[in-house]
């Protein structure tokens, strides 16, 4: 007898459809599975028997094919247990193969027959709904579907409840109430509303550090504002202790609330590489903060079946690369694509795989191996050689794909009870909300002709939108083109200072791009004729 029951694969960060087709037939006792399955998927047929029979159903004693097709698409993990389980109960007339219509499986089984969770259910969810399908699922799983809008779900504790439900009438299978990621939300916590009504998540919260934490460092929480402001890149070169990474860790307090879209792709990427718990989600910006020895494929991903790596899982929110000279630099060029594109494309011989990654980079280093180098106070007692090994790790491109170079000087001890508390992160995120809302009517109005909706921040936004809408006056277009003759700006530098006077004319609520703003751009722009970004200074016009 045959069965099929519907499943799906996730590739990337999207869920194909997959059909597990299970025959019994006469012969001797036998499993074999078929369609390019994974050591994961393989092993299955042991869970899937010892499940079946500790739910009080048996497994025929004859020749049992599972099919996973499309049978060149490589499977791995392990939520084929469900429907492989059904399917044979399907098959061996123990339950009606026509209850499995309509339904899209997936999750992971134990001995005992109790579901358990799997990655990528909001993928399958999203499939599940544009197919019309009543999505299958372990009740673990169940906060992470009910995100997407539309979603029908059935969320069994064990195969045996699940089957019990499968046979009886249909009213087991009639849409359960679905919600919103801001009604799944709003359930639990208030959630604030912005000035178009739409529902934004909570950024902040009151344990999470402060920027007002940081005093005497007003050039560099001004950088930060303006990359906040922007989606800008930032490298922040000082002494030990200077306050670098409190800096940066202080960073997603200011950044904008995600919207729900965003929330959505934010969750796709950790859902797939399951970082998602049981409980309701509660997207925020993603920081992430990767030790020094990662390797290329851990930083932007990668294996067999590629992973998001950490740049995608820091979408629409930072990776901040602390002690950046450590980085080895062949794992630093991988970024050197997803920087410029705002996305990942993994090839493997069977498959091509894309994943986002638009994120903003703050990376922080001592300008010497020693820290020293050009400390008023200190000397530098490293030699040629590692001064150049430590130049060295940052590369001419790389560099010129950040758009703030920031000296974080020393304060002196006798002046860090003396100075007044900085300016709260409350304060800062108001006039950073502010500047975003500009650039998304701007970009929004400028780029209506496009279906799908751009990157509406300065630092991500096509340069030919940029250009159509930078409106310089003639002295901050002439202080701009004399600066990238003097400095030696390439062209990607030149339209790099372009974005970040534009985002400081956003702060300022502006339209026109003044001379103040391009000065104030060019400050953060390292010198082309120096010869490392590590040691470099500030350029002033």
Known sequence: MLAAATSAAVLGIEAVDITVEVHVANGLPQWTLVGLAATAVKESRDRVSAAIVNSGFAVPPRRITVSLSPGD????????????????????????PERLRGLRVVGELGLDGCLRPVRGVLAVARRAVACGDILVIPPQNAAEAACVRGVRALTPHTLAELVQQLRETNHALQPQSSQTLSELLAANACVPRDRHGAATIPHTHPDEPDMSDVVGQDLALRA????????????????????????????????????????????AVHSVAGLLGAGPARPQRPFRAPHHSVSAAGLVGGGSVPRPGEVSLAHLGVLFLDELSLFPRHVLETLRQPLEDGHVTLARAAMSLRFPARFMLVAATNPCPCGYAGDPERTCTCATAELDRHRARLSGPLADRIDLHVQVRRVPPASLDALAP??????????????????????????????????????????????ATALLDRGARSMLVTAAERFRLSARGYHRVLRVARTIADLDQVESVAGDHVAEALRYRPAASESSPTTRKAAVP
Do not use: W
């Not at 791995?76 to 123990?94: C, E, K, M, N, Y």
């Not at 709260?424 to 950073?432: C, F, P």
């Not at 650039?439 to 002709?449: F, G, P």
């Open 422 to 467: 900085g300016t709260r992160s409350s304060e800062l995120a108001e006039r950073i909300v502010a500047a975003r809302e500009q650039q998304r009517v701007r970009y929004t109005r400028t780029n209506r002709e496009s279906a799908a909706m751009p990157p509406n921040t300065n630092a991500c936004v096509a340069s030919r939108l940029l250009l």
């Open 73 to 96: 698409l490589p499977k791995a993990g392990t939520a084929f247990d469900l429907p492989i389980a059904l399917g044979v109960l399907a098959a061996s007339g123990q339950l009606d």
């Open 224 to 267: 930060l504002e303006i990359a906040a402001a922007g989606g800008h890149n930032v490298l922040l070169v000082g002494p030990p202790g200077a306050g670098k990474t409190m800096l940066a860790r202080r960073l997603p307090g200011i950044l904008p609330p995600l919207h729900d879209d965003e929330a959505l792709e934010v969750l």
